[in-house]
Protein backbone atom coordinates (compact mmCIF):
# COMPACT_ATOMS: atom_id res chain seq x y z
CA UNK A 1 0.00 0.00 0.00
CA UNK A 2 1.07 3.74 -0.85
CA UNK A 3 0.15 6.21 1.72
CA UNK A 4 -2.16 9.01 0.47
CA UNK A 5 0.53 12.17 -0.13
CA UNK A 6 2.40 13.74 2.83
CA UNK A 7 2.90 10.03 4.14
CA UNK A 8 -27.36 2.71 4.21
CA UNK A 9 -30.01 0.48 3.52
CA UNK A 10 -30.21 -1.92 0.76
CA UNK A 11 -34.07 -3.80 -0.33
CA UNK A 12 -32.53 -6.55 -2.18
CA UNK A 13 -32.21 -10.11 -1.43
CA UNK A 14 -29.77 -12.60 -2.18
CA UNK A 15 -30.83 -16.02 -3.93
CA UNK A 16 -28.62 -18.66 -2.98
CA UNK A 17 -29.05 -22.61 -2.71
CA UNK A 18 -29.30 -24.40 0.37
CA UNK A 19 -25.37 -25.23 1.19
CA UNK A 20 -23.91 -28.63 1.73
CA UNK A 21 -21.12 -29.44 3.55
CA UNK A 22 -19.25 -29.24 0.28
CA UNK A 23 -20.00 -28.09 -2.84
CA UNK A 24 -18.72 -30.62 -5.63
CA UNK A 25 -18.59 -27.53 -8.46
CA UNK A 26 -15.46 -26.34 -6.07
CA UNK A 27 -13.69 -29.66 -6.15
CA UNK A 28 -11.82 -29.18 -9.58
CA UNK A 29 -10.93 -25.47 -7.75
CA UNK A 30 -9.38 -27.26 -4.69
CA UNK A 31 -7.51 -30.16 -6.70
CA UNK A 32 -5.92 -27.54 -8.98
CA UNK A 33 -4.58 -25.77 -5.92
CA UNK A 34 -3.19 -28.45 -4.44
CA UNK A 35 -0.08 -28.02 -6.36
CA UNK A 36 1.02 -24.82 -5.07
CA UNK A 37 -1.20 -24.23 -1.76
CA UNK A 38 0.56 -24.08 2.07
CA UNK A 39 -1.51 -24.78 4.35
CA UNK A 40 -2.24 -22.63 7.66
CA UNK A 41 1.07 -23.17 9.16
CA UNK A 42 1.28 -23.76 13.41
CA UNK A 43 1.66 -21.09 15.70
CA UNK A 44 4.72 -20.66 17.92
CA UNK A 45 2.59 -22.66 20.79
CA UNK A 46 2.59 -25.95 18.08
CA UNK A 47 -1.48 -24.90 17.53
CA UNK A 48 -3.05 -24.58 14.12
CA UNK A 49 -4.47 -21.16 13.82
CA UNK A 50 -8.01 -21.60 15.14
CA UNK A 51 -7.52 -25.31 14.63
CA UNK A 52 -8.60 -25.09 10.64
CA UNK A 53 -7.31 -24.14 7.24
CA UNK A 54 -9.62 -21.87 5.25
CA UNK A 55 -9.54 -23.79 1.35
CA UNK A 56 -11.76 -20.90 -0.60
CA UNK A 57 -14.43 -17.77 0.08
CA UNK A 58 -17.81 -17.24 -2.14
CA UNK A 59 -18.72 -13.81 -1.20
CA UNK A 60 -21.86 -12.84 -2.42
CA UNK A 61 -23.37 -9.49 -1.87
CA UNK A 62 -25.82 -6.23 -2.64
CA UNK A 63 -24.28 -2.67 -2.15
CA UNK A 64 -25.43 0.67 -3.74
CA UNK A 65 -22.84 2.98 -4.17
CA UNK A 66 -25.27 5.79 -2.97
CA UNK A 67 -25.88 3.84 0.52
CA UNK A 68 -23.20 2.92 3.26
CA UNK A 69 -24.36 -0.51 3.95
CA UNK A 70 -23.68 -4.05 2.89
CA UNK A 71 -25.57 -7.01 2.75
CA UNK A 72 -25.40 -10.88 1.46
CA UNK A 73 -23.73 -14.34 2.47
CA UNK A 74 -20.24 -15.26 2.60
CA UNK A 75 -19.31 -19.26 2.39
CA UNK A 76 -16.06 -20.66 3.96
CA UNK A 77 -15.16 -23.72 2.72
CA UNK A 78 -12.30 -25.47 5.65
CA UNK A 79 -10.32 -28.30 6.34
CA UNK A 80 -10.08 -29.12 10.37
CA UNK A 81 -6.29 -29.15 11.30
CA UNK A 82 -7.46 -30.74 15.05
CA UNK A 83 -10.25 -31.96 15.54
CA UNK A 84 -13.00 -29.74 15.12
CA UNK A 85 -16.24 -28.78 16.64
CA UNK A 86 -15.84 -24.68 16.83
CA UNK A 87 -15.12 -22.43 13.38
CA UNK A 88 -14.35 -18.54 15.00
CA UNK A 89 -14.65 -16.16 12.50
CA UNK A 90 -13.90 -11.84 12.82
CA UNK A 91 -16.82 -9.64 12.10
CA UNK A 92 -17.43 -6.46 13.46
CA UNK A 93 -20.19 -6.16 16.14
CA UNK A 94 -21.46 -3.53 14.07
CA UNK A 95 -22.57 -6.47 11.89
CA UNK A 96 -26.39 -7.99 12.04
CA UNK A 97 -25.55 -11.92 11.55
CA UNK A 98 -29.11 -13.24 10.37
CA UNK A 99 -28.33 -16.49 9.75
CA UNK A 100 -25.98 -19.08 9.63
CA UNK A 101 -26.12 -22.55 7.67
CA UNK A 102 -24.34 -25.66 8.09
CA UNK A 103 -24.65 -28.43 5.58
CA UNK A 104 -28.06 -26.69 4.40
CA UNK A 105 -29.89 -25.99 7.79
CA UNK A 106 -29.72 -23.64 10.26
CA UNK A 107 -26.98 -23.44 13.19
CA UNK A 108 -26.45 -22.17 16.57
CA UNK A 109 -24.02 -19.04 16.53
CA UNK A 110 -22.85 -16.71 18.94
CA UNK A 111 -21.43 -13.16 17.71
CA UNK A 112 -19.79 -10.91 20.25
CA UNK A 113 -16.95 -8.36 20.77
CA UNK A 114 -16.23 -8.95 16.63
CA UNK A 115 -16.00 -12.36 17.00
CA UNK A 116 -18.21 -14.78 15.40
CA UNK A 117 -18.32 -18.24 17.05
CA UNK A 118 -20.12 -21.33 15.55
CA UNK A 119 -20.75 -24.48 17.25
CA UNK A 120 -20.86 -27.54 14.71
CA UNK A 121 -23.16 -29.95 14.63
CA UNK A 122 -20.25 -32.56 14.88
CA UNK A 123 -16.78 -32.22 15.15
CA UNK A 124 -14.94 -32.47 12.17
CA UNK A 125 -11.89 -35.53 11.96
CA UNK A 126 -8.36 -33.96 10.86
CA UNK A 127 -8.25 -33.49 7.31
CA UNK A 128 -12.10 -33.61 6.82
CA UNK A 129 -13.54 -30.52 4.01
CA UNK A 130 -16.54 -28.78 5.65
CA UNK A 131 -18.10 -25.86 4.42
CA UNK A 132 -20.62 -22.67 6.23
CA UNK A 133 -22.76 -20.02 4.68
CA UNK A 134 -22.87 -16.78 6.93
CA UNK A 135 -26.36 -14.42 6.17
CA UNK A 136 -25.48 -10.81 7.58
CA UNK A 137 -26.13 -7.04 6.68
CA UNK A 138 -25.62 -3.70 8.37
CA UNK A 139 -23.66 -0.51 8.12
CA UNK A 140 -20.11 -1.32 8.53
CA UNK A 141 -18.19 0.60 10.66
CA UNK A 142 -15.38 2.50 9.13
CA UNK A 143 -11.32 1.88 10.75
CA UNK A 144 -8.07 1.69 9.55
CA UNK A 145 -7.54 3.83 6.37
CA UNK A 146 -11.11 3.51 6.05
CA UNK A 147 -12.10 -0.38 5.25
CA UNK A 148 -15.56 0.06 3.81
CA UNK A 149 -15.85 3.91 2.04
CA UNK A 150 -19.28 5.74 0.44
CA UNK A 151 -18.38 8.88 -1.09
CA UNK A 152 -18.48 10.64 -4.65
CA UNK A 153 -16.77 11.61 -7.62
CA UNK A 154 -17.87 14.26 -9.98
CA UNK A 155 -21.31 13.97 -8.56
CA UNK A 156 -21.25 9.83 -9.13
CA UNK A 157 -21.56 7.87 -5.44
CA UNK A 158 -18.43 5.16 -5.13
CA UNK A 159 -18.36 2.60 -2.52
CA UNK A 160 -14.75 0.72 -2.27
CA UNK A 161 -12.93 -1.45 0.23
CA UNK A 162 -9.51 -1.54 1.72
CA UNK A 163 -9.24 -3.53 4.66
CA UNK A 164 -5.48 -3.48 5.41
CA UNK A 165 -4.32 -4.39 8.35
CA UNK A 166 -7.53 -5.45 10.37
CA UNK A 167 -10.26 -3.90 8.57
CA UNK A 168 -11.78 -6.96 6.18
CA UNK A 169 -13.97 -7.74 9.40
CA UNK A 170 -15.65 -4.82 9.01
CA UNK A 171 -17.77 -5.22 6.04
CA UNK A 172 -17.21 -9.41 5.25
CA UNK A 173 -16.91 -12.52 8.06
CA UNK A 174 -13.33 -13.91 7.15
CA UNK A 175 -10.70 -15.04 9.12
CA UNK A 176 -7.72 -12.66 9.79
CA UNK A 177 -4.60 -14.63 9.78
CA UNK A 178 -2.01 -13.35 7.72
CA UNK A 179 -0.62 -17.21 7.66
CA UNK A 180 -4.03 -18.84 6.19
CA UNK A 181 -4.54 -17.64 2.62
CA UNK A 182 -7.52 -19.78 0.92
CA UNK A 183 -7.18 -21.39 -2.61
CA UNK A 184 -9.46 -19.07 -4.46
CA UNK A 185 -12.01 -17.04 -4.01
CA UNK A 186 -15.65 -16.56 -6.19
CA UNK A 187 -16.15 -12.68 -5.72
CA UNK A 188 -20.09 -12.11 -6.47
CA UNK A 189 -21.48 -8.36 -6.06
CA UNK A 190 -24.77 -6.76 -7.23
CA UNK A 191 -25.48 -3.40 -7.61
CA UNK A 192 -28.12 -0.88 -9.87
CA UNK A 193 -27.74 -0.98 -13.54
CA UNK A 194 -25.45 1.88 -14.63
CA UNK A 195 -22.04 0.84 -12.36
CA UNK A 196 -19.55 -1.71 -12.67
CA UNK A 197 -17.64 -3.57 -9.93
CA UNK A 198 -13.83 -3.84 -9.43
CA UNK A 199 -12.62 -6.96 -8.05
CA UNK A 200 -10.21 -9.38 -7.83
CA UNK A 201 -9.08 -12.29 -11.16
CA UNK A 202 -11.20 -12.82 -13.57
CA UNK A 203 -14.33 -10.87 -15.01
CA UNK A 204 -16.56 -14.41 -15.17
CA UNK A 205 -19.82 -13.06 -15.91
CA UNK A 206 -21.97 -9.71 -15.71
CA UNK A 207 -25.64 -10.74 -15.53
CA UNK A 208 -28.71 -8.07 -16.16
CA UNK A 209 -31.08 -9.39 -13.33
CA UNK A 210 -33.85 -7.66 -15.26
CA UNK A 211 -34.44 -5.44 -11.95
CA UNK A 212 -32.54 -2.26 -12.62
CA UNK A 213 -29.61 -4.34 -11.03
CA UNK A 214 -26.38 -5.83 -12.78
CA UNK A 215 -24.41 -9.18 -11.04
CA UNK A 216 -20.60 -9.13 -11.45
CA UNK A 217 -18.70 -12.00 -10.80
CA UNK A 218 -15.44 -12.00 -10.39
CA UNK A 219 -13.17 -15.18 -10.32
CA UNK A 220 -9.73 -15.75 -8.85
CA UNK A 221 -7.92 -19.24 -8.79
CA UNK A 222 -4.46 -18.36 -6.91
CA UNK A 223 -3.83 -17.99 -2.95
CA UNK A 224 -5.15 -14.76 -1.55
CA UNK A 225 -4.77 -13.42 2.14
CA UNK A 226 -8.20 -11.88 3.68
CA UNK A 227 -6.92 -8.01 3.25
CA UNK A 228 -6.49 -8.21 -0.53
CA UNK A 229 -9.80 -9.42 -1.08
CA UNK A 230 -11.88 -6.14 -2.03
CA UNK A 231 -14.21 -4.61 -4.30
CA UNK A 232 -15.26 -1.01 -5.95
CA UNK A 233 -18.58 -0.12 -7.21
CA UNK A 234 -18.95 3.20 -9.52
CA UNK A 235 -19.82 4.01 -12.65
CA UNK A 236 -16.62 3.25 -13.98
CA UNK A 237 -15.17 2.81 -17.82
CA UNK A 238 -12.95 -0.05 -18.64
CA UNK A 239 -10.00 -0.21 -21.21
CA UNK A 240 -7.05 -2.40 -21.59
CA UNK A 241 -3.45 -2.27 -21.85
CA UNK A 242 -1.44 -5.21 -22.90
CA UNK A 243 1.65 -6.18 -21.93
CA UNK A 244 3.79 -8.70 -24.15
CA UNK A 245 5.50 -11.29 -21.59
CA UNK A 246 7.10 -14.59 -21.93
CA UNK A 247 5.63 -15.45 -25.30
CA UNK A 248 2.58 -14.50 -24.07
CA UNK A 249 0.04 -11.01 -23.46
CA UNK A 250 -1.12 -10.22 -20.30
CA UNK A 251 -4.26 -8.01 -19.57
CA UNK A 252 -3.93 -4.54 -17.59
CA UNK A 253 -7.64 -3.80 -16.85
CA UNK A 254 -8.33 -0.33 -16.22
CA UNK A 255 -11.57 1.10 -14.24
CA UNK A 256 -11.59 4.75 -14.17
CA UNK A 257 -13.61 7.36 -13.27
CA UNK A 258 -15.08 9.09 -17.05
CA UNK A 259 -14.01 12.62 -15.91
CA UNK A 260 -10.57 11.18 -15.74
CA UNK A 261 -10.74 8.55 -18.59
CA UNK A 262 -8.13 10.61 -20.75
CA UNK A 263 -5.85 11.48 -18.55
CA UNK A 264 -5.49 7.22 -17.33
CA UNK A 265 -5.62 6.28 -20.91
CA UNK A 266 -2.46 8.41 -21.37
CA UNK A 267 -0.40 7.37 -17.98
CA UNK A 268 -1.29 3.71 -17.51
CA UNK A 269 1.05 2.43 -20.25
CA UNK A 270 4.18 3.07 -18.44
CA UNK A 271 3.06 -0.23 -16.39
CA UNK A 272 3.95 -2.08 -19.50
CA UNK A 273 7.73 -1.87 -18.73
CA UNK A 274 7.59 -1.76 -15.65
CA UNK A 275 6.05 -4.97 -15.43
CA UNK A 276 9.09 -6.69 -17.81
CA UNK A 277 11.48 -5.33 -15.80
CA UNK A 278 9.98 -7.29 -12.28
CA UNK A 279 9.34 -10.42 -14.45
CA UNK A 280 12.84 -10.24 -15.91
CA UNK A 281 14.20 -9.78 -12.52
CA UNK A 282 12.09 -11.85 -10.13
CA UNK A 283 10.18 -14.45 -12.69
CA UNK A 284 7.29 -13.80 -14.22
CA UNK A 285 4.27 -12.12 -12.76
CA UNK A 286 2.21 -14.10 -10.73
CA UNK A 287 -0.84 -13.95 -11.99
CA UNK A 288 -0.26 -13.74 -15.60
CA UNK A 289 -2.93 -16.22 -16.22
CA UNK A 290 -5.53 -14.06 -15.42
CA UNK A 291 -4.98 -9.91 -14.87
CA UNK A 292 -3.53 -7.44 -13.74
CA UNK A 293 -5.59 -4.41 -13.24
CA UNK A 294 -6.18 -0.74 -11.85
CA UNK A 295 -9.40 0.31 -10.06
CA UNK A 296 -10.14 4.23 -9.38
CA UNK A 297 -10.68 5.41 -6.13
CA UNK A 298 -10.99 8.48 -3.97
CA UNK A 299 -7.83 8.04 -2.12
CA UNK A 300 -4.69 9.93 -2.43
CA UNK A 301 -2.41 6.64 -2.36
CA UNK A 302 -2.85 3.51 -3.89
CA UNK A 303 -3.65 -0.18 -2.48
CA UNK A 304 -2.10 -3.62 -3.97
CA UNK A 305 -5.64 -5.65 -4.03
CA UNK A 306 -4.38 -8.90 -5.56
CA UNK A 307 -4.81 -8.69 -9.54
CA UNK A 308 -6.62 -5.26 -8.72
CA UNK A 309 -4.74 -2.29 -7.63
CA UNK A 310 -6.89 0.51 -6.55
CA UNK A 311 -5.10 3.66 -7.56
CA UNK A 312 -6.20 7.38 -6.47
CA UNK A 313 -3.90 9.09 -9.16
CA UNK A 314 -1.24 7.49 -12.09
CA UNK A 315 2.53 8.93 -10.79
CA UNK A 316 4.69 6.26 -12.04
CA UNK A 317 6.36 5.51 -8.56
CA UNK A 318 3.14 4.79 -6.86
CA UNK A 319 2.09 2.13 -10.33
CA UNK A 320 5.37 0.91 -9.63
CA UNK A 321 5.14 0.32 -6.31
CA UNK A 322 1.49 -1.06 -6.41
CA UNK A 323 2.41 -3.31 -9.12
CA UNK A 324 5.81 -4.58 -7.40
CA UNK A 325 3.61 -5.85 -4.32
CA UNK A 326 1.88 -8.20 -6.98
CA UNK A 327 5.18 -10.23 -5.86
CA UNK A 328 6.20 -8.61 -2.53
CA UNK A 329 3.17 -9.49 -0.37
CA UNK A 330 0.75 -10.68 -2.48
CA UNK A 331 2.73 -13.79 -3.78
CA UNK A 332 4.50 -13.76 -0.63
CA UNK A 333 2.82 -11.85 2.39
CA UNK A 334 4.65 -10.77 5.64
CA UNK A 335 4.14 -13.80 8.51
CA UNK A 336 3.72 -11.30 11.21
CA UNK A 337 2.53 -6.68 10.88
CA UNK A 338 5.74 -6.70 12.73
CA UNK A 339 7.42 -7.47 9.31
CA UNK A 340 5.56 -5.57 7.47
CA UNK A 341 8.86 -3.64 5.68
CA UNK A 342 8.79 -7.32 3.45
CA UNK A 343 6.02 -5.59 1.93
CA UNK A 344 6.29 -2.00 1.90
CA UNK A 345 9.91 -1.95 2.14
CA UNK A 346 9.99 -4.32 -0.68
CA UNK A 347 7.21 -2.56 -3.12
CA UNK A 348 9.41 0.72 -2.02
CA UNK A 349 12.58 -0.32 -3.39
CA UNK A 350 11.37 -1.80 -6.71
CA UNK A 351 10.05 1.56 -7.79
CA UNK A 352 13.46 2.72 -7.46
CA UNK A 353 14.65 0.19 -9.34
CA UNK A 354 12.58 0.88 -12.36
CA UNK A 355 14.60 4.35 -12.38
CA UNK A 356 17.73 2.50 -12.03
CA UNK A 357 17.23 0.81 -14.64
CA UNK A 358 14.49 2.40 -17.18
CA UNK A 359 14.87 6.32 -15.86
CA UNK A 360 18.13 6.59 -14.80
CA UNK A 361 18.33 10.32 -14.18
CA UNK A 362 15.97 9.78 -11.14
CA UNK A 363 18.13 7.08 -9.82
CA UNK A 364 20.32 8.98 -7.30
CA UNK A 365 17.65 11.78 -6.51
CA UNK A 366 15.55 8.76 -5.37
CA UNK A 367 18.41 7.35 -3.20
CA UNK A 368 19.55 10.84 -2.17
CA UNK A 369 15.65 11.66 -0.97
CA UNK A 370 15.41 8.55 1.05
CA UNK A 371 18.19 9.08 2.74
CA UNK A 372 17.54 12.61 4.05
CA UNK A 373 14.21 11.73 4.78
CA UNK A 374 15.21 8.83 7.41
CA UNK A 375 18.10 10.72 9.07
CA UNK A 376 15.55 13.54 9.27
CA UNK A 377 15.10 12.25 12.83
CA UNK A 378 17.33 10.37 15.00
CA UNK A 379 15.74 7.17 15.69
CA UNK A 380 13.33 4.66 14.56
CA UNK A 381 13.64 0.85 13.41
CA UNK A 382 11.93 -0.97 10.76
CA UNK A 383 10.98 -3.69 12.81
CA UNK A 384 7.42 -2.80 13.86
CA UNK A 385 7.15 -2.74 17.90
CA UNK A 386 3.63 -1.45 18.44
CA UNK A 387 1.21 -3.72 15.56
CA UNK A 388 -1.66 -2.10 17.02
CA UNK A 389 -1.07 1.26 16.07
CA UNK A 390 -1.61 2.25 12.28
CA UNK A 391 0.58 5.44 12.28
CA UNK A 392 3.26 3.08 13.40
CA UNK A 393 2.90 0.48 10.64
CA UNK A 394 2.68 2.56 8.41
CA UNK A 395 4.91 4.53 9.20
CA UNK A 396 6.39 6.26 5.74
CA UNK A 397 9.71 7.28 7.17
CA UNK A 398 10.70 4.18 8.79
CA UNK A 399 8.51 1.07 7.55
CA UNK A 400 8.45 2.48 3.39
CA UNK A 401 11.85 4.44 3.07
CA UNK A 402 13.56 2.75 6.06
CA UNK A 403 12.69 -0.92 5.04
CA UNK A 404 13.59 0.13 0.99
CA UNK A 405 17.22 1.41 2.33
CA UNK A 406 17.52 -1.84 4.73
CA UNK A 407 17.33 -3.88 0.85
CA UNK A 408 19.86 -1.15 -0.97
CA UNK A 409 22.48 -2.00 2.07
CA UNK A 410 21.38 -5.64 1.51
CA UNK A 411 22.28 -5.28 -1.79
CA UNK A 412 25.76 -3.67 -1.47
CA UNK A 413 27.13 -5.96 1.64
CA UNK A 414 25.89 -9.12 -0.39
CA UNK A 415 26.51 -7.98 -3.82
CA UNK A 416 24.74 -7.93 -6.89
CA UNK A 417 24.61 -11.45 -8.16
CA UNK A 418 24.01 -12.84 -4.53
CA UNK A 419 21.14 -10.00 -3.45
CA UNK A 420 18.70 -11.07 -6.58
CA UNK A 421 19.45 -14.77 -6.16
CA UNK A 422 18.57 -14.91 -2.44
CA UNK A 423 15.61 -13.07 -3.57
CA UNK A 424 14.48 -15.05 -6.14
CA UNK A 425 14.86 -18.26 -4.35
CA UNK A 426 13.29 -16.67 -1.43
CA UNK A 427 9.83 -16.01 -3.64
CA UNK A 428 10.54 -19.60 -5.27
CA UNK A 429 11.06 -21.46 -1.75
CA UNK A 430 8.10 -24.07 -1.15
CA UNK A 431 7.25 -23.49 1.85
CA UNK A 432 6.93 -19.13 1.27
CA UNK A 433 5.61 -19.03 -2.52
CA UNK A 434 1.82 -18.46 -1.98
CA UNK A 435 2.32 -18.51 1.46
CA UNK A 436 3.63 -15.75 3.92
CA UNK A 437 7.39 -15.25 5.41
CA UNK A 438 9.21 -13.42 7.93
CA UNK A 439 12.39 -11.48 8.29
CA UNK A 440 14.07 -14.52 9.20
CA UNK A 441 13.26 -16.33 6.06
CA UNK A 442 14.67 -13.60 3.45
CA UNK A 443 17.77 -13.35 5.67
CA UNK A 444 18.70 -16.56 5.39
CA UNK A 445 17.99 -16.96 1.43
CA UNK A 446 20.45 -13.66 1.28
CA UNK A 447 22.84 -15.76 3.50
CA UNK A 448 22.73 -18.95 1.68
CA UNK A 449 23.13 -16.70 -1.61
CA UNK A 450 26.03 -14.15 -0.28
CA UNK A 451 27.77 -16.48 2.35
CA UNK A 452 27.39 -13.91 4.26
CA UNK A 453 26.63 -13.55 7.94
CA UNK A 454 24.11 -10.70 8.51
CA UNK A 455 23.17 -11.24 12.13
CA UNK A 456 24.57 -8.59 13.37
CA UNK A 457 24.03 -6.04 10.22
CA UNK A 458 20.08 -7.20 11.20
CA UNK A 459 20.61 -6.57 14.76
CA UNK A 460 21.82 -3.12 13.69
CA UNK A 461 19.80 -2.10 11.19
CA UNK A 462 16.78 -3.82 11.02
CA UNK A 463 16.11 -3.87 15.23
CA UNK A 464 18.24 -1.32 15.87
CA UNK A 465 17.28 2.22 15.34
CA UNK A 466 19.49 5.14 13.84
CA UNK A 467 22.16 5.70 11.48
CA UNK A 468 26.03 6.02 11.44
CA UNK A 469 27.88 9.64 10.65
CA UNK A 470 31.31 9.26 9.08
CA UNK A 471 34.37 11.72 9.64
CA UNK A 472 37.53 10.89 7.86
CA UNK A 473 40.71 12.40 7.68
CA UNK A 474 43.16 11.25 5.18
CA UNK A 475 46.65 12.04 4.05
CA UNK A 476 49.08 11.15 0.96
CA UNK A 477 52.43 10.76 0.38
CA UNK A 478 54.23 11.92 -2.88
CA UNK A 479 55.05 8.26 -3.60
CA UNK A 480 50.57 7.35 -3.67
CA UNK A 481 50.56 6.06 0.02
CA UNK A 482 47.47 6.87 1.85
CA UNK A 483 46.41 6.50 5.43
CA UNK A 484 43.09 7.20 5.98
CA UNK A 485 41.22 7.27 9.47
CA UNK A 486 37.57 6.50 10.14
CA UNK A 487 35.39 7.45 12.42
CA UNK A 488 31.42 6.99 12.84
CA UNK A 489 28.80 8.06 15.87
CA UNK A 490 25.56 7.05 15.83
CA UNK A 491 22.27 8.83 15.66
CA UNK A 492 20.83 6.62 18.44
CA UNK A 493 21.94 4.99 21.95
CA UNK A 494 20.24 1.25 21.15
CA UNK A 495 23.37 0.73 18.40
CA UNK A 496 26.94 1.57 19.59
CA UNK A 497 28.55 0.66 16.35
CA UNK A 498 27.24 -0.63 12.38
CA UNK A 499 30.07 -2.41 11.15
CA UNK A 500 30.13 -1.74 7.24
CA UNK A 501 31.97 -1.46 4.18
CA UNK A 502 32.35 2.11 3.24
CA UNK A 503 33.51 3.12 -0.11
CA UNK A 504 35.35 6.13 0.02
CA UNK A 505 36.45 7.50 -3.74
CA UNK A 506 38.97 9.73 -4.44
CA UNK A 507 39.92 11.74 -7.41
CA UNK A 508 41.39 14.77 -8.81
CA UNK A 509 40.78 16.29 -12.02
CA UNK A 510 41.59 13.67 -14.49
CA UNK A 511 41.51 10.62 -12.40
CA UNK A 512 39.73 8.80 -9.63
CA UNK A 513 39.49 5.35 -7.77
CA UNK A 514 37.25 3.84 -5.00
CA UNK A 515 38.55 1.68 -2.08
CA UNK A 516 35.86 0.00 0.00
CA UNK A 517 37.38 -0.26 3.48
CA UNK A 518 36.23 -2.79 6.02
CA UNK A 519 34.94 -0.40 8.73
CA UNK A 520 35.01 -2.41 12.30
CA UNK A 521 35.71 0.39 14.78
CA UNK A 522 35.80 3.92 15.19
CA UNK A 523 38.85 5.06 14.97
CA UNK A 524 40.52 2.36 12.65
CA UNK A 525 43.41 3.64 10.21
CA UNK A 526 43.76 2.15 6.65
CA UNK A 527 46.33 1.88 4.64
CA UNK A 528 46.37 1.52 0.71
CA UNK A 529 48.12 2.93 -2.04
CA UNK A 530 46.35 5.15 -5.37
CA UNK A 531 48.43 5.51 -8.42
CA UNK A 532 47.86 8.89 -8.75
CA UNK A 533 47.77 12.06 -6.57
CA UNK A 534 44.13 13.01 -5.20
CA UNK A 535 43.32 16.20 -4.20
CA UNK A 536 39.78 15.50 -2.91
CA UNK A 537 37.85 12.21 -1.41
CA UNK A 538 34.25 11.75 -0.36
CA UNK A 539 32.65 8.84 1.45
CA UNK A 540 29.98 6.91 -0.38
CA UNK A 541 29.42 8.85 -3.53
CA UNK A 542 26.91 6.29 -4.99
CA UNK A 543 24.65 6.54 -1.80
CA UNK A 544 24.78 2.88 -0.84
CA UNK A 545 24.88 3.39 3.16
CA UNK A 546 22.06 5.25 5.13
CA UNK A 547 24.38 8.01 7.11
CA UNK A 548 24.26 10.69 8.11
CA UNK A 549 26.04 14.25 7.28
CA UNK A 550 29.61 12.57 6.23
CA UNK A 551 32.55 14.80 6.66
CA UNK A 552 36.14 14.51 5.02
CA UNK A 553 39.25 16.45 5.72
CA UNK A 554 42.59 16.17 4.23
CA UNK A 555 45.62 16.89 6.16
CA UNK A 556 49.43 17.20 6.42
CA UNK A 557 51.49 14.12 5.94
CA UNK A 558 52.51 13.08 9.19
CA UNK A 559 49.49 14.70 10.64
CA UNK A 560 47.78 11.31 11.23
CA UNK A 561 50.88 10.03 13.71
CA UNK A 562 49.54 8.81 17.35
CA UNK A 563 51.15 11.93 18.94
CA UNK A 564 49.18 14.64 16.70
CA UNK A 565 46.49 16.40 17.75
CA UNK A 566 44.95 19.01 15.28
CA UNK A 567 41.69 21.14 14.78
CA UNK A 568 39.29 20.72 11.96
CA UNK A 569 37.94 22.18 9.80
CA UNK A 570 40.44 25.23 10.14
CA UNK A 571 39.26 27.98 9.36
CA UNK A 572 35.81 26.64 11.04
CA UNK A 573 32.21 28.10 10.04
CA UNK A 574 30.60 26.68 13.29
CA UNK A 575 31.44 24.27 15.50
CA UNK A 576 35.07 22.13 15.33
CA UNK A 577 36.52 18.89 16.51
CA UNK A 578 40.14 18.50 17.94
CA UNK A 579 42.03 15.13 16.93
CA UNK A 580 43.66 13.69 19.22
CA UNK A 581 45.78 10.79 17.89
CA UNK A 582 44.85 8.29 19.96
CA UNK A 583 42.09 7.12 22.49
CA UNK A 584 40.99 9.50 25.20
CA UNK A 585 40.12 8.84 28.87
CA UNK A 586 37.61 11.01 30.78
CA UNK A 587 36.72 14.11 29.55
CA UNK A 588 39.00 16.54 28.19
CA UNK A 589 39.42 20.51 28.89
CA UNK A 590 39.22 23.17 26.62
CA UNK A 591 40.22 26.84 27.17
CA UNK A 592 39.43 28.81 24.20
CA UNK A 593 41.16 32.70 23.83
CA UNK A 594 40.73 35.56 21.58
CA UNK A 595 43.64 37.24 19.66
CA UNK A 596 44.23 39.67 23.21
CA UNK A 597 44.28 36.59 25.48
CA UNK A 598 41.12 36.91 26.87
CA UNK A 599 39.54 33.41 27.85
CA UNK A 600 36.06 33.36 25.74
CA UNK A 601 35.12 29.48 26.37
CA UNK A 602 35.79 27.26 28.60
CA UNK A 603 34.87 23.41 28.35
CA UNK A 604 35.13 19.96 29.73
CA UNK A 605 34.11 17.73 26.79
CA UNK A 606 34.04 13.65 26.39
CA UNK A 607 36.37 12.44 23.96
CA UNK A 608 34.51 10.11 21.14
CA UNK A 609 36.91 7.97 20.02
CA UNK A 610 39.77 10.03 18.65
CA UNK A 611 38.34 13.29 18.65
CA UNK A 612 36.52 15.49 21.24
CA UNK A 613 33.80 18.33 20.10
CA UNK A 614 35.20 21.96 20.12
CA UNK A 615 31.88 23.76 20.67
CA UNK A 616 32.76 27.22 19.04
CA UNK A 617 28.90 28.89 18.89
CA UNK A 618 27.98 32.60 19.45
CA UNK A 619 32.23 33.43 18.99
CA UNK A 620 32.37 35.86 16.37
CA UNK A 621 35.23 35.37 12.96
CA UNK A 622 39.10 36.11 13.89
CA UNK A 623 42.22 33.96 15.48
CA UNK A 624 41.88 32.16 18.45
CA UNK A 625 44.08 30.01 20.54
CA UNK A 626 42.63 26.73 22.20
CA UNK A 627 44.63 25.08 25.09
CA UNK A 628 43.89 21.14 25.67
CA UNK A 629 44.25 19.80 28.83
CA UNK A 630 44.37 15.81 28.81
CA UNK A 631 45.27 14.84 32.04
CA UNK A 632 48.90 15.86 32.35
CA UNK A 633 49.52 16.76 29.37
CA UNK A 634 48.78 20.31 27.77
CA UNK A 635 48.80 21.15 23.79
CA UNK A 636 48.15 24.46 22.76
CA UNK A 637 46.30 25.09 18.86
CA UNK A 638 45.25 27.69 17.05
CA UNK A 639 42.25 27.96 14.64
CA UNK A 640 40.41 30.62 12.71
CA UNK A 641 36.77 30.99 13.10
CA UNK A 642 35.03 32.74 9.56
Not at 295 to 301: E, L, V
Not at 316 to 345: P, R
Not at 445 to 454: K, N, P, R, T, W
Request: hydrophobic fraction near 40%.
Amino acid sequence: MRHACTALLLTCCITSGAQVAFDPDLLHVIAASEAHRQPAPLLKSGNPSRGYDVRYHRLELVVDPAVRAVQGEVTHHFSAMVPLSEVLLDLSSALTVNEVRHQGQPIAFAHVDDRLSVTLSSPLAVGAIDSLTIAYAGVPPETGFGSFIQAEHDGAPIIWTLSEPYGARDWWPCKQDLNDKADSLDLIVTVPTGNRVAGNGVLANVDDLGNGQVRHHWRHRHPINYYLVAFAATNYEAYSDFVPLDGSTVEVLNYVFPENLNEWQSASPQIIEQMQLFSDLFGTYPFADEKYGHAQFGWGGGMEHQTMSFMGATHYELMSHELAHQWFGNLVTCGSWEDLWLNEGFASYLSGLCYEFLAPEYWMPFKQGRRNYITSQPGGSVLVSDTTSIPRLFDSRLTYAKGAFLLHMLRWVCGDDAFFQGLNTYLNDPSIRNGSALTGQLVAHLEAASGVDLTEFMQDWYAGEGYPTYQMQWTQTLAGEVTALLEQSTSHASVDFFEMPVPVRFWNETQSETVVVGHTSSGQAFDFTLPFQADSAAIDPGVWILSGQNLVLKVPVLALGADRLFIYPNPVTENAWLHLGAQAQGPIRLDVTDATGRLVRSVASPAEGLRVALPLEGLSGGCYAVRALLGERTVDLRFVKQ
